[in-house]
């Protein structure tokens, strides 16, 4: 059984940080994409950016510049640098892990996290 366990959310004012981690437990062999979602009150789930076992990070414009995604693989972690914080910034931001093989050889074609809530205000 694969999880992806979110930590790093909470309230912080414009123009603040928050670095958001997500790590996957159980036996992992190799995970090829790891990213987050976001979903703002009244809005429909959106990337904001993914990474690939290689290193390939891909942003959504609206968090280019501003956002960083990395991992480690060893860990089976991904992380989010988020600088300089915007209001609509503001959503429950999700962890998604893209075709997990576990050592047993299990194969799980996406997994979700349960979502952190980023607060952006004042």
């Known amino acids: 059984q694969v999880q992806l366990v979110e930590s790093g959310g909470g309230l912080v004012p414009p123009g603040g940080s928050l670095r958001l981690s997500c790590a996957a437990s159980g036996s992992i062999l190799s995970i090829n994409v790891m990213g987050w979602y976001r979903q703002a009150p009244g809005k429909q789930r959106e990337l904001v950016a993914t990474?690939?076992?290689?290193?390939?990070?891909v942003h959504a414009n609206s968090v280019k510049g501003r956002f960083t995604i990395s991992r480690d693989n060893a860990k089976s972690t991904v992380y989010l640098q988020m600088n300089n914080l915007k209001p609509e910034d503001t959503a429950v931001y999700y962890c998604?892990?893209?075709?997990?093989?576990?050592?047993?050889?299990?194969?799980?074609?996406?997994?979700w996290g349960q979502g952190t809530l980023v607060t952006v205000s004042s």
């Open positions: 998604n892990a893209d075709h997990v093989v576990t050592i047993d050889w299990k194969r799980y074609l996406e997994v």
């Open positions: 990474i690939s076992i290689g290193g390939s990070a």
